[in-house]
């Protein structure tokens, strides 16, 4: 629970860290002053590219075997969901949806991982773990039509796609984490996705070569963030986390991300946090408590 709560606080700042990378900056209120941003498309699909980079080096340092064909399925769901899917959906949604706004949707991840552990891997939560899971998707998804007036934003699509592509992606490579390892599976996953990327990647920094010369310093930072921690270090925690707990209790883990993603947009973009914030963030924390102790049979 300790490492997939690690992995957790290093995904919270995901968004921040895109919508800053997007927008290129957040004036007075944030780290540095607005400026020209990246392209959702060059942010999503260029931070795979990059910490591509850093896994086939850490995979030549450790002298990684090559994985099983076995393994392949898992790995195409982890670079689907994981590598592609996830990050390009919510580099999209983070040109119109406050971060904060966006956190709040992705808290439902948690009971869309369980739903494909029991899928994929044959976990069988109990009906207390299935209410626990359910009552903080519902505070969650509450809290976000409280914020928005009670209507969703046109890019929530886009968040609620991008979650049930994580959490294909979470559930399949924290089972195979059980066998192959934490660093291999995200690292492989990586290598995996990088043929395809690579000529698009390149095609879209000859397109928006002019873009990339004039995006700010926090644009690159954002960038830097989601490329090194979001999509490398942060999965080290959390498959390692999942390998040992199993998919469906470490995954509720992920009910406290959207608040923490709240703080984060609070301190990186200077959004503001309300008091109800706080309320729903220690409802949340407490459903996690409880599903904590709900019994999860592993397959």
């Known amino acids: 629970m300790l490492l997939g709560l690690i992995g957790v606080?290093?995904?919270?700042?995901?968004?921040?860290?895109t919508r800053l990378a997007v927008s290129g900056g957040v004036g007075s209120s944030g780290i540095g002053?607005?400026?020209?941003?990246?392209?959702?498309m060059f942010v999503a699909l260029g931070r795979a590219l990059t910490a591509a980079v850093l896994a086939a080096g850490w995979l030549y340092w450790k002298r990684?075997?090559?994985?099983?064909?076995?393994?392949?399925?898992?790995l195409a769901m982890v670079a689907i969901g994981c590598v592609i899917g996830f990050p390009w959906l919510t580099s999209v949604a983070m040109r119109t949806l406050p971060a904060?706004?966006?956190?709040?949707?992705?808290?439902v991840l948690p009971l869309a991982t369980a739903l494909f552990a029991a899928l994929l891997g044959g976990e069988k939560p109990s009906r207390g773990f299935w209410i626990m899971a359910i009552l903080?998707?519902?505070l969650v998804i509450g809290f976000a039509l409280r914020q928005s007036g009670g209507a969703l934003h046109a890019a929530d699509l886009a968040i609620f796609?991008?979650?049930?592509?994580?959490?294909m992606g979470y559930a399949a490579g924290g089972r195979l984490s059980q066998t192959l390892g934490g660093q291999q599976t995200i690292c492989w996953a990586l290598i995996l996705a990088a043929p395809p990327l690579l000529p698009v990647v390149g095609w879209l920094a000859w397109q928006d070569s002019a873009q990339l010369a004039h995006a700010s310093a926090a644009a690159w930072t954002g960038f830097a963030y989601v490329s090194v921690f979001s999509m490398f270090i942060g999965f080290f925690f959390w498959?390692?986390?999942?390998a040992l707990g199993g998919v469906a209790r470490v995954g509720q883990v992920q009910l406290v991300q959207p608040f923490l993603s709240v703080l984060g947009a609070t301190v990186v973009l200077g959004e503001t946090l309300a008091w109800p914030t706080v309320v729903f963030a220690i409802a949340v924390i407490a459903?996690?408590?409880?599903?904590?102790?709900?019994?999860?049979?592993r397959g």
């Not at 606080?9 to 860290?17: D, E, G, K």
């Not at 002053?33 to 959702?40: I, T």
């Not at 498959?239 to 999942?242: E, K, P, Q, V």
């Open 33 to 40: 002053a607005a400026g020209a941003g990246l392209s959702p």
């Open 100 to 107: 904060a706004h966006g956190a709040v949707l992705v808290g």
């Open 9 to 17: 606080a290093i995904f919270s700042l995901t968004l921040p860290f």
């Open 161 to 167: 796609l991008a979650v049930l592509l994580a959490a």
């Open 239 to 242: 498959y390692r986390g999942m």
């Open 64 to 74: 990684a075997p090559l994985p099983p064909r076995s393994a392949l399925p898992a």
């Open 287 to 297: 459903t996690v408590a409880a599903g904590r102790k709900m019994q999860v049979k």
């Open 136 to 138: 903080g998707s519902v």
